[in-house]
């Protein structure tokens, strides 16, 4: 059983950074890929990123590569996603998700979600 506990979310103008975390318990965190998913209001969840076990192989939507970078430490059973140059579009929910199958994940078949964090861009 993997728990999921995001956190950094908050409100931030546009252009902005913030550094969201998702705090995993267990001890089989290093086992899992990672991911990041993101739901706007009225709109389905989409994937936003995701990482491998040992943090050597990132998957990225093509959409937001080159602003938000993935990154993990598996010592902390921590996740992290960076995202700089921010755009209102950005605003939603924004989820943590843990599977041990990186295509299940990244169409968002994951074993685990966090609950979300919100993120608001303001123009």
């Known amino acids: 059983q993997v728990q999921l506990v995001e956190s950094g979310g908050g409100l931030v103008q546009a252009g902005g950074s913030l550094r969201l975390s998702c705090a995993a318990s267990?001890?089989?965190?290093?086992?899992?890929?990672m991911g990041w998913f993101r739901q706007a209001p009225g709109k389905e969840r989409e994937f936003v990123v995701a990482?491998?076990?040992?943090?050597?192989?990132?998957y990225y939507s093509d959409s937001l590569k080159g602003r938000f970078t993935i990154s993990r430490d598996n010592a902390k059973n921590t996740v992290y996603l960076q995202m700089n140059s921010l755009k209102p579009e950005d605003t939603a929910v924004y989820y943590c998700t843990a599977d041990r199958s990186p295509s299940g994940l990244r169409v968002g078949r994951s074993e685990f979600w966090g609950q979300g964090t919100q993120v608001t861009v303001s123009s």
């Open positions: 990482i491998n076990w040992s943090g050597t192989i990132t």
């Open positions: 267990g001890r089989t965190f290093n086992s899992y890929t």
